[in-house]
């Protein structure tokens, strides 16, 4: 996505009388959200929704500041949106903009499946994009099998399906071990709809993970690189009692943005502070009770989300 302002300029030169363009009443720009500096020549509302951290295509520092600018812009309009589909990238934008952003879940609900267990299906472990724990994982969840003497049937998610597979596959496992790779993925959103139940650390486990060994590497984007650092390219607005969510090398910067992922946000979700727990909660977990409370969630969910997005077209404005 271009930064180049004389092209920006040409594209609105180019589309300003175009017949089609001058039907449309709202631009949403979601992946990434710096596309909608493009469109904010036209004077049309802008439905801004982040599902990632929001600086993508925007890193150098001059970039960066330059959008939050015009994110401040846009924000300043009532009828416009500026959203996260997950709570740390609202978070995360007004950290350094002090726009309050809302968050706009995604829905999902394209799988139309729910959760039907079949008998001697294994649980599944999600993949992990830390190639280095998935050894340090298995040698501590095979300890803990052994030392309680606990019996249960896992594997790994390409190792079950090394191709395509269906939600409906999934659907029929017992349950997901999640070490989460990002604080907020595609995948996830599906698995909760499927009213699968999910297993994740705690949030003090997977903050020491994340320390000692970079778990969710793709929570920053040099993280992504291999490149972490201990702080932002850019300063906060918030003040100086608000961590840098960029700083790989604080254990409390880290715990404090972590619990603004989504597993820590939707309620349901299975926590284990060690792979022994972990363990016993595979073998004890009332599953089938989990999974209709997860379904009373979504159904909620659902209701609200077309409330928010009634809401939101509601007011805007035609051309």
Known sequence: ???????????????????????????????????????????????????????????????????????????????????????????????????????????????KVSYKPVIRKPFIIANMNAKNFRSKFMSLLTDSFQRLKISVRIGHLRDIYKGHYRYIQLARHPGIIHIPYQVSIMSLFEHYRMNIPLFFPSLDLLTEWHYTYRVVNERTWDGISGHIKNASRISGVLGPDIPDPNNEFDRDAIRYWLKFSDFYQWPHIIYFNSTDELVIKLKTTNLTEVSSNMKVYNANLTKNLFEQWRQILQRTSPL
Not at 19 to 39: D, K, Y
Request: glycine share 2%; proline share 3%; hydrophobic share 40%.
């Open 1 to 111: 996505m271009s930064t180049d302002s004389k092209l920006h300029k040409q594209f609105y030169e180019a589309y300003k009388n175009d017949s089609e363009m001058n039907q449309v009443n709202v631009f949403m720009c979601f992946h990434p959200i710096a596309m909608c500096e493009v469109f904010m020549p036209f004077n049309r509302t802008l439905i801004v929704i982040a599902s990632t951290r929001y600086e993508l295509a925007r890193f150098s520092k001059e970039d960066w500041t330059k959008l939050n600018k015009n994110l401040q812009i846009i924000a300043s309009n009532p009828r416009n949106v500026i959203a996260g589909n997950n709570l740390y990238d609202a978070e995360y934008i007004r950290y350094f903009t002090g726009i309050k952003t809302i968050v706009l879940s995604s829905l999902c609900a394209y799988t």
